[in-house]
């Protein structure tokens, strides 16, 4: 089945630091990745939709020089929490979905990235 | 109105009992819907895909009601180890975005 890889799973920063977090699909191709955030006891909630070689669609309310998401290849986007502060600490998670799979196909998730700003 | 909307919980239920939970959508142009299965502190895994006509899975059913808006997942004989949360998710069409509910929790107890 698809396999979705997310780094790290862990990060603590210091507040004002940028963090990345990548995200790749193993054995498929993704040209579209999703990257959410769940506070605790919340659920998930979209911040943006990655696509391969163009701008990333940001939901309403996200900031998009704050979250920055590149999807350079078929495989890999990435998401750079830049200048982080305390409320940034959250759980931050990709997912993606085969292509050429229907509509009915579910989603894959990464294992999720866990942020503390300190 | 939330988009989709479920039951916060928690459900707490004894082993070996059937649990079922529901989950409303706000958009009738809504397509296509999946229940997710989430641990504490885990990403959410995929549990099952709820299609028109039902569907079941060992000891899991889901069904689709576009009259009413819902969807329902139905769980059998309850283990210890079907304790989570239990997210459903709809995809609204004319792209890939999925929606989640806030999740329900279940507690399976001895």
């Known amino acids: 089945g698809a396999v979705v890889s997310q780094h790290p799973s862990r990060v603590i920063c210091k507040s004002g630091t940028s963090v990345k977090i990548e995200c790749r699909s193993l054995?498929?191709?993704?040209?579209?990745m999703f990257w959410y955030r769940q506070f605790p006891k919340k659920s998930l909630m979209l911040m943006a939709t990655?696509?391969?070689?163009?701008?990333?669609?940001?939901e309403q309310g996200v900031e998009k020089d704050k979250f920055l998401i590149n999807h350079a290849s078929l495989t890999l986007s990435t998401l750079t929490v830049t200048s982080a502060h305390p409320e940034d600490s959250s759980f931050y998670i990709c997912?993606?979905?085969?292509?050429?799979?229907?509509?009915?196909?579910?989603?894959?998730f990464g294992s999720g990235t866990r942020l503390t700003v300190v | 109105r939330k988009e989709v909307e479920q039951d916060p919980g928690p459900f707490n239920v004894p082993e070996g009992a059937t649990v079922a939970f529901n989950c409303t959508y706000s958009n009738s142009a809504s397509q296509s819907f999946f229940w997710y299965r989430q641990d504490c502190r885990k990403e959410p895994k995929l549990l099952m895909s709820v299609y028109s006509s039902g569907n079941e899975d060992g000891r899991f059913t889901a069904q689709l009601n576009r009259a009413s808006q819902y969807i329902s997942l139905l769980i059998r004989d309850s283990k210890l180890s079907d304790s989570a949360t239990y997210l459903c998710a709809v995809n609204k069409g004319g792209g890939n975005k999925l929606t989640f509910g806030t999740g329900t929790q279940l507690k399976v107890e001895l």
């Open positions: 997912s993606a979905r085969e292509g050429k799979r229907g509509v009915n196909y579910g989603y894959t």
């Open positions: 054995d498929f191709q993704a040209t579209t």
């Open positions: 990655s696509n391969e070689g163009s701008k990333a669609t940001y």
